[in-house]
C-alpha cells in the first residue's frame, strides 16, 4: 500500500469513529451506534436473566457465602473458582474506572460517570451499563484537566500494576484449583444453590464482553491506534489491566 492509500485509510477510519461523528455536527446520539445498541441489549438481558432465569430463594446461603469470603479468603472455605471469580468483581470496576474517568468530566451523559462507576463496585453492569450505553465520547483530554482522584489514582501507574498484579493472583488461584470436584461444585452453585454465583458470573461475562469499546476510545485519547483493543479485552480481566499499565499518559 502506498503512503498516500495508508493516510486515506487513517482518515476513513477516523472518520468513521463516534468521536469524528460528534464533532461534525456537534451532538451524539448513542442508539445510532451498534456497539452503544449491543451494550444496551446486553444491560436488559442481565437484568432479565437475573430476574427469571438465575436460582431464587437462595438468599440465606448467599449471605452465608459472602460471610466466608470476608472471613476466611483464598482458605478453600469457599469454592476457589467462585472465590476467583468474584474478587474479580473488584478489579474489573476499578479497570473500568481507570478507563472511563479521565473522559468523563463535562460529559453530557444522564447518568453520572462518578455515580455509576462508584455503585459498579457493589453492582457491577447493573450500575456502569447504563453510562457505558449513553457517555458522550471524548478523547479530547488533557493530563491538567483531570480532577484530583482520576489524575492521581486513576491514572496512577502504581494503581495498574496493584490491579494487574491482584488479577494475575486470582487468575494463578483459579486456575490451579481446576479439577473435576470444583467444576461440578461450581457448577452447582451456579445452576441451583446461589442466585449470587450465577449472576456474578453472568455479570463479569458482561462486564468483560464490553471492554472492546472502553479501550479503545482510551487508546484513541492516548493517540494509540485503537486495532489491538479487542486483543486486550480478549483476556478477561487481565488484559484490559495490561492495557493500564502499559498506555502512555495523556498530555499536558
Do not use: H
Amino acid at each position: 500500500m502506498t503512503a498516500r492509500g495508508a493516510r486515506r485509510c487513517a482518515t476513513t477510519r477516523r472518520a468513521s469513529t463516534p468521536e469524528a461523528r460528534e464533532a461534525s455536527d456537534g451532538s451524539f446520539e448513542w442508539y445510532r451506534e451498534p456497539q452503544r445498541v449491543a451494550t444496551a441489549c446486553a444491560w436488559m438481558a442481565l437484568g432479565s436473566f437475573a430476574t427469571f432465569g438465575a436460582p431464587s430463594g437462595t438468599s440465606a446461603f448467599d449471605l452465608e457465602l459472602v460471610k466466608s469470603l470476608v472471613s476466611a479468603p483464598f482458605t478453600g472455605a469457599v469454592n476457589p473458582l467462585f472465590e476467583a471469580l468474584f474478587n474479580s468483581l473488584g478489579v474489573v470496576p476499578a479497570t473500568y474506572a481507570c478507563l472511563m474517568m479521565p473522559g468523563a468530566k463535562g460529559n453530557k451523559s444522564p447518568f453520572p460517570a462518578a455515580l455509576c462507576v462508584g455503585a459498579s463496585f457493589a453492582l457491577g453492569f447493573f450500575a456502569l451499563g447504563p453510562y457505558l450505553v449513553t457517555r458522550e465520547p471524548r478523547t479530547r483530554v488533557k493530563r491538567s484537566e483531570l480532577g484530583f482522584v482520576t489524575r492521581n489514582i486513576w491514572e496512577s501507574k502504581l494503581n495498574a500494576a496493584a490491579l494487574l498484579g491482584f488479577a494475575a493472583y486470582l487468575a494463578f488461584y483459579g486456575a490451579s484449583n481446576v479439577t473435576p470436584d470444583t467444576l461440578a461444585g461450581f457448577a452447582t452453585l451456579f445452576k441451583e444453590q446461589s442466585m449470587l454465583a450465577c449472576v456474578s458470573t453472568c455479570d463479569l461475562i458482561v462486564l468483560s464482553l464490553c471492554a472492546a469499546p472502553a479501550i479503545a476510545e482510551d487508546m484513541r485519547r492516548r493517540d494509540v491506534d485503537d486495532a489491538n483493543a479487542l486483543a486486550f479485552a480478549s483476556v478477561p480481566v487481565l488484559g484490559p489491566a495490561c492495557w493500564l499499565l502499559v498506555r502512555p499518559s495523556l498530555e499536558d
